[in-house]
T-cell receptor
């Protein structure tokens, strides 16, 4: 079975500084990987996804993530945080044998200080 | 497209009452998922349907929970009888499955409080 580990449950940054949210996955093959964002009292929204094309994936709102197979990582970054980025972020891996099986990380809450 | 539509957005009920949550997936999507989100357990998959057929219900907590998908545009999640520990936000999500893994589209959730 696949699994996802989000290394930080909470991250706090100042507005205008870089954001790094860490994600490691376990998989015996090249998986499909996703980052979702959840704003308060909202559903989850896709930020970006990796499906074995370019290893550096660009998403919405200036976010990007790099797939590193050797490190089994898929960290999410943004050069400059905005107050509106404050939300919870979920790293997700899908099952190669069953593309309807999604494994969610436990989430990282991002706090952005003015 | 209106996205995944869930109702009610908020439900407050008393222990022992029946609760029915509803979901309309995005038109053309052939897989539908029910998730539950709590502070303690995070996001849990309860059940998913493919082409209206339940494929994996191993996440359904117990017999008090049941889910149906009578057609491609409607699904229900029922809890009978409800208990305080069922208090959570319940999300419905849909996807057009087939080929590479696609994007899950989530509804805004139904927040259930059982007193």
């Amino acid at each position: 079975a696949q699994s996802v580990t989000q290394l930080d449950s909470h991250v706090s940054v100042s507005e205008g500084t870089p954001v790094l949210l860490r994600c490691n996955y376990s998989s015996s093959y090249s998986p499909s990987l996703f980052w979702y964002v959840q704003h308060p009292n909202k559903g989850l929204q896709l930020l970006l996804k990796y499906t074995s094309a370019a290893t550096l994936v660009k998403g919405i709102n200036g976010f990007e993530a790099e797939f590193k197979k050797s490190e089994t990582s898929f960290h999410l970054t943004k050069p400059s945080a905005h107050m509106s980025d404050a939300a919870e972020y979920f790293c997700v891996v899908s099952d190669k044998d069953n593309f309807n099986k999604f494994y969610f990380g436990s989430g990282t809450k991002l706090n952005v200080k003015p | 497209d209106a996205g995944v539509i869930q109702s009610p957005r908020h439900e407050v009920t008393e222990m022992g009452q029946e609760v029915t949550l509803r979901c309309k997936p995005i038109s053309g999507h052939n897989s539908l998922f029910w998730y539950r989100q709590t502070m303690m357990r995070g996001l849990e998959l309860l059940i998913y349907f493919n082409n209206n057929v339940p494929i994996d219900d191993s996440g359904m907590p117990e017999d008090r929970f049941s889910a149906k998908m009578p057609n491609a545009s409607f699904s229900t999640l029922k809890i009978q009888p409800s208990e305080p520990r069922d208090s959570a936000v319940y999300f419905c999500a849909s996807i057009k499955s087939g080929g590479l893994a696609g994007e899950l589209f989530f509804g805004e959730g139904s927040r259930l409080t059982v007193l």
